[in-house]
């Protein structure tokens, strides 16, 4: 006899909250996928030349993509704040008895990503 | 040895090669939370709205950071690795969301379509 499994359905993500906060973290990637493949391609532009380059930044300015990046970064800091959120659970820090507050470990994560920010937009524009 | 000790020789440990998948998704995860938000804050709200974006992201100006070889490695580094990254979010949460009985087709489409764009992202990164 097969064990028996109860039917989900497909809207299961839509009946509860955490449900939908999650699928939407989890679909983050999909943004963190579609800012790299733009990434690549201003790279490779930037290697065939200034006109290929100059076109792909006219391309960004555009007010679709514009949005469509604006989309993206939203999604993709989504993705940043729950990551770094997730730490204290897989860093389990223990001094002792006792483990390290949760908030001291993502609040390390999130001063690490002020830093880490800082340092490239400052190499980026003032280099 | 894949044999657990239980005294029947017939139970072995099942292989998994998720642990590499898994690695490779905690590592890109680390580098998109770092860097991407910055990136995605320069280049496409910074370059549009700002006054001096023309300058700052002015090929003379940009082409020899890209092509040294501390330019080359990070924009390997954050490119490929949140390719891994959503690949296997991306493999788990299409399953969640219906179409498991796709399988080892996911498995295939995600992780291929990763490797490909890594060997891409190569090539582009030393043709600069």
């Known amino acids: 006899m097969k ?5 989900v359905p497909k809207t299961w993500w839509l ?3 955490p449900y939908f906060l999650f699928v939407i973290r989890e679909l983050t990637a999909a943004f963190v996928a579609f800012y790299c493949v733009l990434l690549l391609v201003l790279v490779y532009k930037l290697g065939q030349g200034p006109e290929a380059y100059e076109a792909m930044l006219a391309f960004l300015k555009t007010p679709g993509m514009i949005f469509l990046n604006v989309v993206a970064g939203l999604f993709v800091t989504y993705h940043s704040v729950t990551w770094f959120n997730l730490t204290p659970k897989v860093m389990v820090v223990q001094i002792g008895e006792e483990c390290v507050p949760g908030y001291l470990i993502a609040g390390s994560n999130y001063v690490a990503w002020l830093v880490v920010s800082g340092v490239l937009a400052w190499i980026i524009v003032r280099m | 040895m ?5 005294p029947n020789p017939k139970y072995k ?4 090669n998720e642990p590499i998948w898994w690695s490779l998704f905690s ?14 804050l320069l280049t496409c709200i910074g370059l549009p709205f700002a006054e001096s974006a023309d300058q700052i992201f002015a090929y003379e100006r940009i082409l020899p950071l890209a092509s040294h070889w501390i330019g080359r490695l990070f924009l390997l580094v954050v490119i490929a690795l949140p390719f891994f990254h959503a690949a296997h979010r ?3 949460v299409v399953a969640d969301l219906g179409l498991e009985k796709l399988g080892p087709l ?5 992780y291929g379509g990763a490797i490909i764009s890594t060997i891409l992202t190569i090539i582009v990164v030393i043709s600069l």
């Open chain 1, 3 to 7: 064990p028996y499994h109860r039917p």
């Open chain 2, 13 to 16: 440990l099942s292989k998994s």
């Open chain 2, 106 to 110: 996911l498995s295939v489409v995600c």
């Open chain 2, 2 to 6: 894949l044999e657990t000790g239980h």
């Open chain 1, 15 to 17: 009946k509860r909250l």
């Open chain 2, 90 to 92: 991306l493999r788990y």
């Open chain 2, 27 to 40: 590592a890109g995860g680390v580098i998109a939370a770092l860097f991407l938000p910055v990136l995605i």
